[in-house]
C-alpha cells in the first residue's frame, strides 16, 4: 500500500530557503497526483502545491506562487518542494498526500498522508 515519508522541516529565518522531500513507498500505480499541504495550529490544513505522477502541470496556492517549487523524481520515487523567500505565515506542519481521484487542492481528495514534517519560520 501506499506509504509517504516527509523530511526536511526544521527553522529558517524569513527570507531562507528549505527543501522538503517526501519517499513514497513505490505502490503508487493508482496515484494520479501528489501534493504538499500544511496545517499552523487553529487553522484548517490547506493545499500548498500539487503535482501530477504523470508530469505538468503543476499547481500553486497563490500564497506560495513564484517563491515555492513542487518536483518530483520518479527514479527516486521522492516529491520534493522547494521553498524560497520563507516568510512568517508559512510556518505550519507540511504533509505529503497522494489521491487517485480529482486532483485539486482540496485536501479531501487526497487518500494517503504522510505524518507530517515541522517548518517554522521566524
Known amino acids: 500500500h501506499v506509504q509517504l515519508v516527509e523530511s526536511g522541516g526544521g527553522s529558517v529565518q524569513a527570507g531562507g530557503s528549505l527543501r522538503l522531500s517526501c519517499v513514497d513507498s513505490?505502490?503508487?500505480?493508482?496515484?494520479?497526483?501528489m501534493g504538499w499541504f500544511r496545517q499552523a495550529p487553529g487553522k484548517e490544513r490547506e493545499g500548498v502545491a500539487l503535482?501530477?505522477?504523470?508530469?505538468?502541470?503543476?499547481i500553486y496556492a497563490a500564497s506560495v506562487k513564484d517563491r515555492f517549487t513542487i518536483s518530483r523524481d520518479n527514479a527516486k520515487n521522492t516529491m520534493y518542494l522547494q521553498m524560497n523567500s520563507l516568510k512568517l505565515e508559512d510556518t505550519a506542519t507540511y504533509y505529503c498526500a497522494a489521491g487517485s481521484q480529482l486532483c485539486n487542492l482540496l485536501p479531501v481528495n487526497f487518500g494517503y498522508w504522510g505524518q507530517g514534517t515541522q517548518v517554522t519560520v521566524s
Open positions: 513505490g505502490y503508487i500505480h493508482s496515484i494520479r497526483c
Open positions: 503535482i501530477y505522477t504523470t508530469g505538468p502541470p503543476t
